[in-house]
């Protein structure tokens, strides 16, 4: 039997590595090359923006959720540091900011892509 930990441990790179293999056939992020077990994922869009607004929607929608105790904060800043982003000082603000100017019928290119991919 697995244990716990180590069993989400698992699902969370199976879960990564199907997401990166689903994104190199469709774009070729990963060069075609597949991502190893022990190979650390990396981001490669250049607006951070959008990483934020994706992390922030899944947690939201409790498809990942903090730790007790950890808060939204802190689990957007490990999802960061574990794909290789460093966020830049005034991230909360800009996140924060990319929501308050929108109209109630924008949708971030992000999720946008995403919909238009399985569509």
């Known amino acids: 039997m697995i244990e716990s930990g180590k069993l989400e441990?698992?699902?969370?790179?199976k879960c990564i590595n199907?997401?990166?293999e689903y994104l190199?056939?469709?774009?070729?992020?990963?060069?075609h090359k597949k991502v190893e077990k022990h190979t650390t994922p990396i981001w490669i869009d250049k607006n951070q923006t959008s990483f934020l607004q994706l992390i922030e929607g899944l947690i939201d929608l409790e498809y990942i959720?903090?730790?007790p105790n950890q808060g939204k904060e802190k689990?957007?800043?490990?999802?960061?540091?574990?794909?290789g982003?460093?966020?830049?000082?005034?991230?909360?603000?800009?996140?924060?900011?990319?929501k308050n100017e929108l109209n109630s019928n924008?949708?971030?290119?992000?999720f946008r892509s995403l919909i238009q991919l399985w569509e």
Do not use: H, M
Request: glycine share 2%; net charge positive; charged share 25%.
């Open 85 to 98: 982003i460093k966020l830049s000082k005034n991230w909360k603000s800009n996140l924060s900011k990319s």
């Open 9 to 13: 441990l698992l699902v969370k790179y």
């Open 24 to 31: 190199d056939s469709e774009f070729g992020v990963l060069q």
């Open 65 to 67: 959720s903090p730790r």
């Open 18 to 20: 199907q997401l990166f």
């Open 106 to 110: 924008y949708v971030p290119e992000i």
């Open 75 to 83: 689990l957007i800043r490990e999802c960061a540091t574990f794909f």
